[in-house]
């Protein structure tokens, strides 16, 4: 018996897969409320995690929107472009680079919260609170054993 049927007759389903399509509609709904701001999804992790610290570096910012260094260099260019953040040398490092959103970024990060806040709530929609709380709790139990280095097989 193949194991897809297993988990089939076991009502287990693949979890994974799940989490995977529930992900990517996550994002296209992002997608699209985030369009009418004027940005994308990494886009606006960018601007949320520059509004949370003004110092972040690169790759930090690299690793809150999910993307690569370089992928992340593209969009604060993209992102100073449109005005919504300034870019300057730290006045004390010169090779360290700050920056800072401006007022239409700061206009734009909660506009870019709502947004989010509105497709989370959609998301949750058919889930009581407590559900929600339980599934928000397994997910950071999940995501947490995944980080955790396991034995040699």
């Known amino acids: 018996m193949s194991i897809s049927k297993t988990r089939r007759q076991n ?10 399509v529930t992900q ?4 296209q709904r992002l997608d699209a ?3 009418a701001l004027g940005v994308t ?10 509004a949370g610290n ?9 690793r809150a929107a ?16 449109a005005g919504l ?11 360290v680079i700050m920056t800072e959103l401006t ?11 709502i947004a989010a806040d509105a497709v989370e709530r959609q998301m949750l929609s058919g889930l009581s609170k407590e559900e929600a709380r339980v599934l928000n709790d397994l997910l950071e139990r999940c995501a947490a054993a995944l980080q955790t280095e396991t034995p040699n097989r």
């Open 54 to 62: 003004p110092r972040i570096s690169n790759a930090d910012l690299a």
């Open 11 to 20: 009502g287990t389903g693949w979890v994974g897969y799940n989490l995977k």
């Open 66 to 81: 999910f993307v690569t260094p370089q992928t992340m260099q593209a969009i604060l260019v993209n992102l100073e472009r």
């Open 24 to 27: 990517h509609h996550l994002r």
């Open 41 to 50: 999804a990494p886009q606006n992790a960018a601007l949320l995690a520059v």
């Open 103 to 113: 007022e239409a970024g700061r206009t734009t990060v909660d506009a870019g919260l």
């Open 85 to 95: 953040i300034a870019r300057s040398p730290h006045p004390l490092h010169g090779r």
């Open 33 to 35: 409320e985030l369009a």
